[in-house]
């Protein structure tokens, strides 16, 4: 059995590889060459995006190399030897430049710049858009689900609903996006995330009786125990056994900690459960909900006044079910050290020439107000224009600013301090605080500015022209 996990240098497409043997067979294997990743839209129909997946890109991208069976399986597949043998004394040197991991983006600005050979820029392509598009769309859509539950505790049930493997890297980037913890016990090994997990119906099955069943499991976990109390009726026996339970556990100096509602109607049933708990005075037992959540649903709880603690969020959030990807993209922006781009008749579609950079501005409450794109070299810029509508633009002289690309990785090494799963969390956090709530809605949110600089609008505009006049 091939191992998987160790030969991640050929996680990607197989015409990343034949484009990188046609480069060497043409000796273009060190052209100075940059690549932009940015997204086309927000997803969800929302305002903003997470950023997010930067720092496992790091981890794999400082240990890239080819070992001798993966160099065995290229040849296999048809690739010369002379190219192979190039590949076995590759190492990864470029440069990258990226946001902090956990930074608000948005829509059509490089949120990641790579620097380095042809070759080596473009067998990470894949790698990149797979860990950067699948991450960012989790920790976007647990950032939406954090907003409306509010102070309410949040966990990742998804693990069992993922697509395979993908749930490692879900569980991951739902912490970063808002969840508490995850029911997820390898990403909270591998990680570092706290876990968290109730008990399902087949224990309550186990048992010749429901209320035999909670009250092993209260033996068992008498500092830590949540019943759930819809295996065979939530109202009739669930609620009123795990109300005995909690009278037993109080005898012997425990607390029951909470119940879980797992089907049927959670508004009213967290009505019911909540009344009929407090008249036995056990106000401090909380009720948690799960089935099927995702964002549009807890709102509609809070709405209805549903007395309700916390929520187990699964397959919603875990597969990003009402839009399972996001479609960022990686392209070439210089290329022998002349700024490249896409020309296409969609102006949607064309791309952004040279090595750019981002500045954000600030309004005067110090909340986001704009970003533009700007040539590197470029100091400032008092107007921003938008990229389709040259006419419209905004001036932004005077105001404050900040850069938001910063050096990811330097020839190939880590070039910043690694941050911690809390850490990015924490920075989501305050980052949103910054983004004024009209971005943040859920229906028909407010677009986000992001413009040009004059100077790089004049190197797009005179590269299309000089295309067109030269096709």
């Not at 996990?5 to 294997?29: C, H, P, R, V, W």
């Not at 499991?217 to 009726?233: K, R, S």
Request: aromatic share 12%; net charge neutral.
């Amino acid at each position: 059995m091939r191992k998987l996990f160790d030969k991640l240098s050929i996680y990607t497409d197989f015409y990343q590889f034949t484009m990188a043997q046609g480069y060497f067979e043409n000796g273009m294997q060190n052209s100075p060459t940059a690549f932009d990743y940015f997204f086309r839209r927000n997803p969800f129909g929302g305002g903003y995006t997470i950023f997010c997946g930067l720092e496992n890109l790091i981890d794999i991208l400082e240990n890239y190399q080819f070992d001798t069976d993966v160099l065995r399986y290229l040849k296999e597949q048809g690739f010369k030897q002379t190219f192979v043998d190039y590949l076995a004394e590759f190492k990864f040197k470029a440069n990258i430049y990226a946001p902090n991991e956990g930074e608000v983006v948005f829509a059509n600005e490089p949120v990641i710049r790579v620097e380095g050979n042809l070759i080596e820029c473009q067998l990470v392509e894949t790698l990149l858009l797979n860990l950067i598009n699948f991450q960012s769309l989790i920790a976007t859509k647990a950032s939406r689900i954090r907003k409306v539950a509010g102070q309410k505790t949040f966990v990742d049930f998804g693990l069992r609903r993922a697509q395979g493997w993908s749930g490692m890297h879900a569980s991951r980037a739902a912490v970063i996006g808002g969840a508490d913890s995850s029911s997820n016990v390898l990403a909270g090994y591998y990680h570092g995330i706290p876990l968290n997990g109730t008990l399902g119906h087949s224990w309550i099955q186990s048992f010749e009786n429901e209320l035999t069943a909670f009250e092993k499991f209260a033996e068992t976990y008498p500092n830590n125990c949540i019943l759930l109390v819809d295996t065979y009726n939530t109202l009739e026996s669930g609620v009123p056994n795990a109300i005995k339970i909690a009278k037993q556990m109080q005898s012997k100096r425990h607390k029951l900690n909470g119940i879980r509602l797992d089907s049927g109607d959670l508004a009213y049933l967290s009505r019911k459960a909540r009344k009929m708990l407090d008249t036995e005075g056990l106000t401090e037992v909380k009720i948690y909900a799960s089935n099927q959540l995702d964002e549009y649903l807890i709102r509609s709880l809070n709405e209805q006044g549903a007395p309700i603690d916390g929520y187990g969020v699964g397959t919603n959030l875990i597969t990003a079910y009402n839009e399972p990807a996001l479609d960022g993209v990686f392209k070439m922006c210089m290329v022998n050290n002349k700024p490249s781009m896409k020309i296409s008749n969609d102006l949607f579609k064309t791309t952004l020439p040279g090595l750019k950079k981002i500045h954000r501005y600030f309004d005067e409450e110090g909340n986001f107000y704009r970003d533009c794109i700007l040539l590197k070299d470029e100091v400032n810029t008092d107007v921003i224009h938008s990229p389709i509508f040259a006419e419209q633009n905004t001036n932004v002289k005077g105001l404050v600013k900040e850069d938001l690309l910063y050096p990811a990785m330097e020839n190939g090494r880590r070039a910043r301090q690694k941050q911690s799963i809390e850490e990015i969390k924490n920075y989501v956090k305050n980052r949103l605080a910054l983004l004024p709530q009209y971005h943040q809605r859920f229906e028909n949110p407010h677009t986000y500015k992001v413009g040009i600089s004059p100077s790089l609008m004049k190197m797009r505009n005179e590269i299309v022209k000089r295309r067109s006049t030269s096709s």
